[in-house]
């Protein structure tokens, strides 16, 4: 059978989609949205899963009544896991990895985890590491934990309540999880001391075809009952699939979202620093590949808030004109400065909205340079996401690296595109165009003086 259409679950920390794509001209043809909550009824605050799968299945019922669907595909964030009983319901509630509830064992479980050169998994606060999710779990809910049958990465969760199939995945393993080892591509030792292997299910690839949709879920959406449902695979290396399939190394690439976050493919040798929110990803062939993230996008909505202004060229001389800056870091916790607190250096009550648009853009993408040159990345950076359509985030990005920079301005996310790669068939490619952008030397000298200020600022917090 060709396979034409593709319906790709794509569930991000703050927003959920279902992008139908045609595989032949590789592009997103309807696009269906809802917002993904956190609910804080139960024993933590937990993903409302109810409501996400209420909307899936009536997502891919719409979509395929306008196009018939061929395929099923998931992407996901990651820093989730899922605990399944014995009948494959959820014995405990799906943790929102921002909840600080694992916090309160942090020295007890400092004290088993992998060592960083093991796993390339950077001990991060909150349930940002999942390891730390399932010792919180095991010892704060010791009867539910004991009525676990099954652990599941969260994309292949949505695989399971499509299929009905049991599976883990690579890519979602090895994000900053604690449980996996790139370098034997086996689970850590923590998750045998803990005695967790045998609960985990198989671990497959993320193209593997794990089944069709269950009787149920054709019912109900109208899709044909062997409509082939694929793994799924970790979001941000959904969007660096395109490139490792089209490129040739080396390259980065920066995914933009709730997180931003960046893979470097064929970097230089470099000793990662766990402190700073580097670690080893482990991309959908199997490789590892030294990683870097922030939350870039939760600052721009913390900052800027969901409705930003025109950009105004007017307005983006004047912050460099004037040096009007926003020294890092917001939110704390993670990243490349995670005990510094932010600082403006000029009045920020006094900065047009426009003004402190291009101030903010410039400050992300002064982030995201930061975090490359943390990773040893080279050659030219391709981004992906929202920020591929913020010229003033490209403008500075440019500048203060000096490398080739690439948008993908085709669609808003490349996560559903590399989602798509997983089906074969498809025909790849990335929507990633050099970025023609006037840079005065005003840009240079401003990523100077952010990197100096910033530099002291942290010593200084420090002290």
């Not at 595989?23 to 909550?37: H, Q, T």
């Not at 494959?88 to 942090?106: I, K, R, S, T, W």
């Not at 409509?227 to 490139?243: E, K, M, Y």
């Not at 060229?313 to 490349?336: F, I, T, W």
Request: charged share 20%; glycine share 8%; aromatic share 8%.
């Amino acid at each position: 059978m060709t396979m034409k259409t593709v319906a790709v679950i794509d569930i991000g920390k703050t927003n959920a989609k279902i992008a139908l794509v045609e595989l032949e001209r590789f592009e997103e043809i309807a696009v269906r949205k809802a917002g993904n909550g956190v609910k804080d009824d139960g024993p933590y605050p937990h993903f409302d899963t109810e409501r996400l799968w209420r909307f899936i299945l009536d997502s891919l019922a719409a979509l395929n009544r306008e196009h018939p669907i061929d395929a099923i595909s998931v992407t996901t964030h990651g820093a989730t896991a899922v605990l399944l009983d014995s009948s494959g319901a959820l014995a405990l509630p799906v943790l929102d990895y921002e909840f600080a509830g694992p916090d309160a064992l942090a020295d007890e479980y400092d004290k088993v985890r992998p060592r960083f050169s093991e796993t390339g998994s950077a001990r991060l606060p909150m349930g940002l590491n999942v390891g730390a999710q399932l010792f919180w779990q095991q010892r704060m809910f010791p009867d539910h934990f004991a009525r676990v049958a099954t652990i599941l990465t969260y994309a292949q969760y949505w695989s399971y309540r499509l299929t009905g199939i049991r599976a883990n995945e690579l890519t979602s393993l090895g994000c900053h999880t604690d449980l996996w080892n790139p370098a034997t591509a086996d689970f850590s030792s923590m998750v045998d001391q803990q005695g967790w292997r045998p609960v985990f299910a198989p671990v497959r690839r993320a193209g593997d075809v794990l089944g069709p949709v269950l009787r149920q879920v054709a019912d109900e959406t109208g899709l044909p009952p062997e409509t082939p449902v694929h793994c799924g695979i970790h979001d941000s290396n959904a969007s660096l699939l395109p490139h490792l399939i089209t490129r040739q190394a080396p390259f980065s690439v920066a995914s933009t979202g709730t997180w931003i976050v960046m893979l470097a493919v064929g970097a230089r040798p470099v000793k990662l620093d766990e402190r700073r929110d580097t670690l080893i990803n482990v991309n959908a062939l199997g490789d590892p590949v030294p990683s870097a993230r922030f939350m870039g996008g939760r600052a721009f909505s913390l900052l800027i808030g969901g409705d930003p202004p025109p950009a105004s060229p007017e307005a983006e001389a004047s912050v460099l004109e004037n040096g009007h800056m926003l020294l890092p870091s917001l939110p704390g916790g993670s990243g490349p400065f995670p005990t510094s607190s932010p600082r403006w250096t000029t009045d920020e009550d006094r900065l047009t909205p426009a003004e402190r648009l291009a101030a903010v853009s410039f400050h992300l993408a002064l982030m995201t340079a930061t975090c490359l040159d943390l990773i040893g990345a080279r050659g030219e950076i391709l981004v992906e996401g929202p920020f591929a359509s913020n010229e003033a985030y490209l403008r500075m990005l440019a500048a203060a690296t000096g490398r080739p920079v690439l948008a993908n301005r085709l669609n808003s996310t490349g996560t559903s595109l590399g989602a798509a790669c997983l089906v074969a068939g498809a025909h790849v490619r990335t929507g990633a165009e050099p970025v023609a952008l006037q840079m005065p030397v005003a840009y240079a000298g401003y990523a100077d003086l952010w990197r100096r200020l910033t530099a002291a600022h942290v010593q200084a917090g420090s002290q």
